[in-house]
């Protein structure tokens, strides 16, 4: 069973990167934590016979989209969060809204657990359907990309168009300013 | 052969993860890395709904997912630029006023 082990492994490792991620004081160390969550996601999609998102993960995200946040903290000086003088006056941080929230997150995971054990298929074998070598291929990716969502590809050329202007105009110093 | 329902038990896992992480930190960098660990959570599920299903177009959302999450990390990021330069502070609740 050494595929059953490696799930576990790499799902645990996802999971404890991803709360650790939630738990550091300084973002630098958040976005190291992120990369290591983003390579075992990677690892479950080689598991699920998926190697161009596994790939795709690893260069779009650990490799671009992370070192876009790297280049943001260090520009920003890494901030370390300035908390002591907000949790004290912050409403939200009475402890009564916070209970409140607690148990808000609290339902939400009994509601995913409970909508997850009301899927019928949830027992099955996940790769027990289709032909193995057809899904991993990034052929077959490509052929269905490049034809059903050929619409959809393309609108998303214009999107990233469009980020990236917001991105320049919003970044940009105005003019006059210092 | 591991069952569906163990994927998708990650995937809620990380999202609530995310959530809770929007919720409770108090820096908005970290509240975009948590936006991101949700939009994977979701990829993950995507992903083993689509080999549950035997087809490719799991993969396919997947590709999408990733390209909404790039413009919104620029955007978010340009914007996060913007606002420390105002007020040389991170914290959302620093930034409560419309208009300055």
């Known amino acids: 069973m050494p595929e059953t082990i490696l799930f576990y492994l790499f799902a645990g490792m996802a999971i404890v990167a991803s709360a650790l991620v939630i738990g550091q004081r300084n973002p630098m160390y958040s976005i190291m934590l992120l990369i290591t969550s983003f390579g075992a996601l990677s690892a479950l999609y080689i598991l699920l016979d998926a190697p161009f998102v596994a790939m795709a993960q690893i260069i779009v995200y650990a490799g671009a989209i992370m070192v876009l946040f790297l280049f943001v903290v260090m520009l920003l000086n890494a901030p370390q969060e300035d908390a002591a003088e907000w949790d004290r006056t912050h409403p939200l941080r009475r402890p009564g809204t916070a209970r409140f929230g607690a148990m808000l997150a609290g339902l939400l995971i009994v509601q995913l657990i409970w909508a997850l054990v009301r899927v019928n298929e949830s027992s099955t074998a996940v790769g027990a359907a289709g032909d193995v070598a057809a899904i991993s291929s990034v052929r077959s990716v490509g052929r269905v990309l490049f034809t059903d969502y050929m619409f959809a590809f393309e609108a998303t050329s214009i999107l990233i168009l469009v980020a990236m202007v917001g991105a320049v105009l919003l970044a940009a110093r105005e003019t006059g300013q210092q | ?100």
């Open chain 2, 1 to 100: 052969m591991i069952p569906l329902g163990h994927y998708l038990v990650v995937s809620a896992v990380l999202f609530s993860i995310g959530t809770a992480g929007v919720f409770l930190r108090r820096n908005l960098i970290t509240i975009l890395l948590s936006i991101e660990i949700m939009l994977n959570a979701v990829n993950l599920s995507f992903v083993a709904f689509g080999r549950a299903q035997g087809n490719v177009d799991g993969q396919i959302i997947t590709f999408f997912v990733m390209t909404v999450a790039a413009a919104e990390a620029a955007v978010g990021l340009a914007i996060v630029i913007g606002l420390f330069r105002h007020r040389e502070s991170l914290n959302p609740d620093a930034f409560t006023l419309l208009k300055w």
